[in-house]
């Protein structure tokens, strides 16, 4: 008896050194743990989980996602670099060799891409650039048709509208240029310091709701701060409404979305014989860790992930918009052409099938007066980032920050086009709703951009899992 109670007490103590830490070192904390422990599980105001999201776009979008963007349509962008910044006139431009761009020569864009038959189809492109022609003189010339000087009186609208959340360029000033996406990738430039900091504290302390009694976590122009003013920032956060908070978070998931590509594409070595690009491990750590970072990269990343649902909700939304038969990817290919819009379509339709939609009808709800009143708010301050792109020094980091503005303008736009959505009609010019090649080139561009940064998340636990 004597025996088994001998056992059971020594059994019982083994338990308990166990549990205090006395009965040998508990294994260290990986790095993989350090930077994902809270990225995984449900989505604040969302019924989504992060696993579901790793599923569905590794393994099921992502492959297919960068085939479309790699087609002539989406792969070349007309961007104005050369806008000045409206906001200040002392911009640093970066002078190292990745941060310029490369425009293509006017030989390399498909013929179909340059003339003005982006809007709808190859048939109404007539309609469409005498429509242009006519705006850009200034007037509704009496000698046009009728139903010509009923679409310039439109397109003058739409241009006008309300549901616009970007200022986009003048993609007709002679200062605007075709660029090759894929010659011109995003990726780790060099562009650091003050001068990139200036440009996110702009967004972060003028642009997202937050009075300036709140300090924001990790602000580098900031003095350093205490746990007690981080959760403050929490608190107040919290408090705001669904849609404030909302506007924050996919800001703060766009941010994060561009420092997982520039990690990801980081010069690793550059010599006169080749430049080599891959993973930094050290420089992911230092914007992800959750101990480097004072717990804030890890909710960081939870905000790329609702930055994803966000845009993957509009496009599941806009699919009647590409299913019309007079919409085309024009290029001037008709094969190709017909073949990439099969494509898109599979691919919506993939989207589609997600089960677990952000649900976007919580947005300006109550109040209709309020409502609106909030949601032109909302409108002017994502507007305003938009116009901030143009004081980026970096111009490849310009370049990319201004077609994902975009994207996600146009994403916001689709949300709340709901009715004009479903009340386009079937056939002919939609002139309550419709997205330029810019929009439609922007919008799928800087999903790609965020699907890429999920997938780029999946390597980096890999690559971080023996690392302590």
Same mark, same amino acid.
């Given at each position: 008896?004597?025996?088994?109670?001998?056992f059971l007490i020594g059994l019982l103590g083994a338990v308990w050194l166990?549990?205090?830490?006395?009965?040998?070192?508990?294994?260290?904390?990986?790095?993989? !743990?350090?930077?994902?422990?809270?990225?995984? *599980?449900?989505?604040?105001?969302?019924?989504?989980?992060?696993?579901? @999201?790793?599923?569905?776009?590794?393994?099921?979008?992502?492959?297919?996602?960068?085939?479309?963007?790699?087609?002539?349509?989406?792969?070349?962008?007309?961007?104005?670099?050369?806008?000045?910044?409206?906001?200040?006139?002392?911009?640093?431009?970066?002078? /190292?060799?990745?941060?310029?761009?490369?425009?293509?020569?006017?030989?390399?864009?498909?013929?179909?891409?340059?003339?003005?038959?982006?809007?709808?189809?190859?048939?109404?492109?007539?309609? @469409?650039?005498?429509?242009? +022609?006519?705006? /850009?003189?200034?007037?509704?010339?009496?000698?046009?048709?009728? &139903?010509?000087?009923?679409?310039?009186?439109?397109?003058?609208?739409?241009?006008?509208?309300?549901?616009?959340?970007?200022?986009?360029?003048?993609?007709?000033?002679?200062?605007?240029?075709?660029?090759? =996406?894929?010659?011109?990738?995003?990726?780790?430039?060099?562009?650091?310091?003050?001068?990139?900091?200036?440009?996110?504290?702009?967004?972060?302390?003028?642009n997202c709701f937050k009075p300036q009694t709140i300090k924001r976590p990790?602000?580098?122009?900031?003095?350093? !701060?205490?746990?007690?003013?981080?959760?403050?920032?929490? #608190?107040?956060?919290?408090?705001?409404?669904?849609?404030?908070?909302?506007?924050?978070?996919?800001?703060?998931?766009?941010?994060?979305?561009?420092?997982? %590509?520039? #990690?990801?594409?980081?010069?690793?070595?550059?010599?006169?014989?080749?430049?080599?690009?891959? %993973?930094?491990?050290?420089?992911?750590? !230092?914007?992800?860790?959750?101990?480097?970072? &004072?717990?804030? *990269?890890?909710?960081?990343?939870?905000?790329?992930?609702?930055?994803?649902?966000?845009?993957? /909700?509009?496009?599941?939304?806009?699919?009647?918009?590409?299913?019309?038969?007079?919409? +085309?990817?024009?290029?001037?290919?008709?094969?190709?052409?017909?073949?990439?819009?099969?494509?898109?379509?599979?691919?919506?339709?993939?989207?589609?099938?997600?089960?677990?939609?952000?649900?976007?009808? #919580?947005f300006f709800a109550g109040d209709k007066k309020e409502a609106n009143k909030?949601?032109?708010?909302?409108? =002017? %301050?994502?507007?305003?980032? #938009?116009?901030?792109?143009?004081?980026?020094?970096?111009?490849?980091?310009?370049?990319?920050?201004?077609?994902?503005?975009?994207?996600?303008?146009?994403? =916001?736009?689709?949300?709340?086009?709901?009715?004009?959505?479903?009340?386009?009609?079937?056939?002919?010019?939609?002139?309550?709703?419709?997205?330029?090649? +810019?929009? @439609?080139?922007?919008?799928?561009?800087?999903?790609? /951009?965020?699907?890429?940064?999920?997938?780029? =998340?999946?390597?980096?636990?890999?690559?971080? +899992?023996?690392? %302590?």
């Open positions: 008896m004597g025996c088994r109670w001998g166990l549990r205090s830490g006395h009965g040998g070192q508990q294994p260290p904390e990986t790095a993989a !743990q350090r930077c994902f422990c809270q990225v995984s *599980g449900y989505l604040d105001d969302c019924t989504c989980d992060v696993e579901t @999201i790793d599923r569905f776009n590794n393994y099921r979008l992502f492959p297919r996602l960068q085939k479309l963007l790699a087609s002539d349509y989406f792969r070349y962008y007309k961007v104005n670099l050369k806008r000045p910044c409206p906001f200040w006139n002392d911009i640093s431009q970066c002078g /190292r060799r990745d941060c310029a761009v490369k425009p293509c020569q006017s030989d390399e864009v498909p013929d179909g891409i340059k003339s003005a038959s982006y809007k709808y189809s190859e048939e109404a492109n007539n309609l @469409i650039e005498e429509c242009e +022609q006519a705006e /850009r003189l200034g007037a509704v010339d009496e000698s046009l048709s009728e &139903e010509t000087q009923k679409a310039v009186l439109q397109w003058t609208k739409h241009d006008d509208s309300s549901d616009n959340f970007c200022e986009a360029d003048d993609i007709q000033s002679p200062d605007a240029e075709y660029v090759d =996406l894929l010659l011109n990738p995003e990726r780790y430039t060099g562009y650091k310091g003050p001068d990139a900091w200036k440009i996110w504290n702009v967004i972060y302390e003028e990790l602000n580098p122009l900031a003095s350093s !701060q205490g746990k007690s003013e981080e959760n403050t920032f929490y #608190s107040w956060l919290e408090g705001l409404c669904v849609e404030k908070r909302a506007f924050y978070r996919l800001i703060s998931g766009l941010h994060a979305s561009i420092n997982v %590509h520039l #990690s990801a594409r980081y010069l690793l070595q550059d010599t006169w014989l080749e430049q080599i690009w891959g %993973h930094n491990i050290t420089e992911f750590q !230092q914007r992800f860790d959750g101990i480097l970072t &004072e717990g804030e *990269g890890p909710r960081r990343l939870k905000n790329l992930y609702f930055l994803y649902l966000i845009e993957l /909700r509009a496009l599941s939304k806009v699919v009647p918009f590409f299913e019309r038969p007079d919409f +085309q990817l024009f290029t001037g290919n008709k094969v190709q052409d017909a073949d990439n819009k099969m494509f898109l379509l599979e691919i919506l339709h993939e989207i589609k099938s997600f089960p677990l939609h952000f649900d976007e009808n #919580s909030l949601k032109e708010e909302f409108r =002017l %301050h994502f507007r305003n980032i #938009s116009r901030i792109m143009d004081c980026v020094g970096c111009f490849k980091c310009r370049l990319w920050g201004k077609l994902q503005t975009q994207g996600l303008g146009t994403a =916001l736009k689709i949300l709340f086009s709901e009715k004009l959505i479903a009340n386009m009609p079937e056939s002919g010019p939609s002139y309550e709703f419709h997205l330029t090649r +810019q929009e @439609i080139v922007s919008l799928f561009n800087a999903f790609g /951009r965020i699907s890429t940064s999920v997938k780029e =998340l999946e390597n980096f636990r890999n690559l971080l +899992q023996n690392i %302590h």
